[in-house]
């Protein structure tokens, strides 16, 4: 998600016929995007599986939740 | 997380904004999502270093300082001090942070310190300035970037950044506030005439459109009220615009500053996964922080354009403070931004420790000696500061040393690492990332076309080539 929202960063730098000029309420549509859409859509998806995950860590294992099922940790090779 | 939130972070995303950079608005974005890409990996992947990739971590480490150590050498230089004293005060507090046990405990409080201090002076700004949004489209519909009537640049003088080159764009009457060596190159159609000058406090020269200026470091200048500001976007439309890049540019950038920030990152992420309260704060002062970052920027531009004269420093924070509050204030402001900078740079500091005394048990553990004691990690993040601090004192520029850092991180120690290639695949993926790293960044002319378009972002190429030398040469499980 959080690439997916970094994309269309990108994709608006590159638009044709310089999408990320046009203004919106006064702003350039590619300020509105990098500098407050992309930001706080980031943050708000983060917050909500920052608040899931740790909210899984904590569901009690004899409810068959799996709760440490998501990590995949890389640990040095031996 | 405190990588991300680092003064020369905060530094870069003012500048670019006052200089108009197109990619600003992205880079805004790439910040913040690389802090929180970190956040969500937070203990699932555990970069802790192998003996294959502890030196070139090292490395990063002493890269990723000396780029703050240089940033605060230019804030100190704007508090009317010298470059030697802002570094010399970041080694002493980077080496506080690492002899410090209490902040081993409040270290973590440190960087959202930081930010509320660096932050909460933008509510003062808006009040007076009005709001981002407001103050955005007067920049935009200005016909010219313009000297003011009361900018310091024009009643006193200003110094200009180490080896600035000033372009100018129309008749331009300038003026030497203190004695100096004045160096102009003038540019005809038929010729180039490089003329020296060595002119006392007073003296003026006018220059024509074309005209190129270089004065001695230190040396003040001032300039005439109403004037383009040299080197700014010439209107206010092409700020807003950004001057136009080809795709391929706009991409190599874009994608050069996501891979080093994101995947570089990675090798300073927290052990530990991110839980409770600090699931809100954490992106919320990211947020806040970059965000604030941009409006020290918006600021700075609508009410001192002539800002861009001195890219990549705090002059916007400094110089938007003076502006807006009232005289008695003033003094009280500048302080409450520049205790922010620098809680920032201690909350770098500590997690630099935790990364460096990880680095260093690795190495005692490849030479078969014991786990490090307190008295030997403080000799070796002295010498390592020390370097840090050799190198900041040579100068040059504080994000090209930043990106430099993460992004050997990024091709020597992540990409193999996630190739999942076991010891002998991670050591020849290090070697191959550490070769095309430096091939990149040395190679200058020399190199063929398709490394030369990502010159300035080493790890865009070394990144996928260490990763695939891993993968090539990984031992079957």
């Known amino acids: 998600m959080v690439f997916l929202v970094l994309g269309g960063g990108v994709a608006l730098s590159v638009a044709p016929y310089e999408l990320g000029t046009i203004r919106l309420a006064g702003v350039s549509l590619l300020w509105w995007y990098g500098t407050v859409a992309a930001p706080v859509v980031t943050a708000s998806v983060t917050i909500a599986a920052l608040l899931y995950a740790a909210y899984r860590r904590k569901a009690p294992a004899s409810e068959g939740t799996g709760s440490r099922g998501s990590t995949t940790s890389l640990p040095r090779p031996e | ?477």
């Open chain 2, 1 to 477: 997380m405190s990588t991300w939130l680092s003064p020369v972070v905060l530094a870069v995303i003012a500048a670019r904004i006052v200089a108009g950079d197109a990619s600003a608005p992205t880079l805004v974005a790439i910040v913040v999502g690389a802090g929180l890409v970190s956040l969500l990996v937070a203990g699932r992947v555990v970069l802790t270093p192998s003996r294959a990739t502890t030196l070139p971590l090292l490395v990063a480490l002493v890269l990723v300082l000396a780029a703050n150590l240089v940033v605060l050498g230019d804030l100190f230089r704007l508090l009317g001090s010298t470059r030697e004293a802002g570094i010399g005060a970041g080694v002493v507090l980077a080496l506080g942070a690492g002899g410090w046990a209490v902040l081993d405990r409040w270290g973590r409080v440190m960087t959202p310190l930081g930010v509320m201090l660096v932050v909460l002076p933008l509510g003062l700004v808006v009040a007076a300035a009005g709001p981002p949004w407001t103050a955005w489209q007067v920049v935009a519909s200005r016909a010219a970037l313009t000297f003011g009537q009361g900018s310091a640049w024009v009643t006193h003088g200003g110094a200009l950044g180490d080896r600035a080159r000033l372009t100018f764009r129309e008749p331009h009457r300038v003026e030497a506030a203190s004695a100096a060596t004045w160096r102009v190159v003038e540019r005809d159609a038929s010729h180039v005439a490089v003329r020296e000058w060595r002119l006392g406090a007073g003296d003026a020269l006018t220059l024509r459109p074309g005209d190129e200026l270089a004065v001695d470091p230190g040396a003040l200048v001032r300039f005439e009220a109403g004037r383009r500001v040299p080197g700014a976007p010439p209107s206010g439309m092409v700020w807003a615009d950004g001057r136009p890049r080809k795709m391929r540019e706009t991409l190599v950038a874009v994608g050069g500053t996501a891979l080093t920030l994101v995947v570089g990152g990675l090798a300073l992420t927290p052990a530990v996964p991110v839980a409770g309260m600090t699931a809100i704060v954490a992106p919320t002062v990211l947020l806040a922080f970059a965000v604030g970052g941009s409006l020290w920027g918006l600021y700075g531009v609508a009410l001192a354009p002539e800002l861009s004269l001195v890219p990549r420093a705090f002059a916007p924070l400094l110089e938007i403070v003076t502006r807006v509050g009232a005289s008695r204030w003033r003094d009280t402001l500048i302080a409450l931004v520049v205790t922010g900078i620098l809680v920032l740079f201690v909350g770098l500091a500590v997690t630099w420790r935790a990364r460096l005394a990880l680095a260093c048990a690795e190495l005692a553990g490849a030479f078969q000696r014991p786990a490090p004691s307190r008295l030997a990690l403080f000799g070796a993040a002295a010498a390592v500061v020390g370097l840090a601090g050799a190198l900041a004192v040579r100068g040059g520029d504080p994000w090209a040393l930043f990106m430099w850092g993460l992004g050997l991180a990024a091709a020597t120690a992540v990409a193999p690492r996630l190739a999942a290639a076991g010891p002998r695949g991670e050591l020849f993926g290090t070697v191959v990332g550490t070769a095309t790293f430096l091939v990149v960044l040395f190679g200058g002319d020399r190199l063929p076309p398709l490394l030369a378009a990502v010159v300035d972002y080493p790890a865009l190429a070394a990144a996928p080539l260490a990763w695939l030398a891993a993968r090539a040469t990984r031992q079957p499980s």
